[in-house]
């Protein structure tokens, strides 16, 4: 199993662009989330989703929008890049969150709004 | 709401020190709690939860709901401790996830 997966690692957007960032599981999970991780801010939820076709927000979800058509994956879009947007984002997933199953996260992605 | 609390932002101790990071948590109903941790160029990963009462690595966690604490210990610091420690907390009937801020541990020998 490649467990959760993340594509790009890297990315430098200007500001205005838009981009989709990647996130897919091979482990059959239900639920998936993204995260941003900040210095000093921890890592704050964006949005997530507790099986195909269902998605909710998380607590920073402005400026982001995801979808999960499959179990699979779990993509979170950007509408127009900011420099607020400069973070590293960790996609996670879990077989369910409630009954303290682990959350497995992928290498992240670190994005760069210049 | 649910709120994790992590008072320190850095820790540095000594190798065969005792190791505390500290977590507070806000939460109404019964909370279940989790401590995360990243090492260098590694993946954040699971280190132990409050349910299974065990201990990994050496370190142990108890959930006092008293003082809504779950701070975590280990009795003798390693230099391979050394990481990014995270407590996170999952409401009852919650279906999310929430983090404190995060700990950047220190062990120097």
């Known amino acids: 199993n490649a467990g959760v997966t993340q594509t790009p690692k890297f990315q430098v957007l200007k500001t205005g662009q838009s981009m989709t960032l990647q996130c897919a599981q091979d482990?059959?999970?239900?639920?998936m989330s993204w995260y941003r991780q900040d210095p000093g801010m921890g890592l704050r939820l964006i949005h997530y989703?507790?099986?195909?076709?269902?998605?909710d927000q998380g607590e920073v979800p402005n400026g982001y929008n995801v979808s999960r058509s499959t179990t699979e994956d779990f993509p979170l879009r950007l509408l127009s890049a900011a420099p607020s947007q400069t973070s590293v984002y960790f996609c996670?997933?879990?077989?369910?969150?409630?009954?303290?199953?682990?959350?497995?996260f992928g290498p992240g992605t670190r994005l760069t709004v210049t | 709401a649910q709120r994790v609390t992590q008072p320190e932002k850095l820790l540095s101790v000594f190798k065969g020190a005792p190791v505390e990071l500290k977590c507070n948590y806000s939460?109404?109903?019964?909370?279940?709690l989790f401590w995360y941790v990243q090492y260098s160029r590694q993946r954040l990963q699971l280190l132990l939860r409050?349910?299974s009462r065990e201990s990994i690595k050496g370190f142990t966690a108890d959930l006092n709901k008293g003082e809504t604490s779950f701070h975590l210990k280990k009795p003798f610091a390693q230099e391979e401790d050394s990481a990014m420690y995270y407590c996170a907390l999952s409401g009852q009937g919650a279906q999310k996830l929430v983090f404190g801020q995060g700990t950047r541990l220190t062990i120097n020998p």
């Open positions: 989703s507790v099986g195909a076709g269902i998605t």
């Open positions: 409050h349910i």
């Open positions: 482990m059959n999970h239900e639920y």
């Open positions: 939460y109404s109903g019964s909370p279940e």
């Open positions: 996670a997933s879990s077989r369910h969150l409630r009954q303290s199953y682990e959350q497995y």
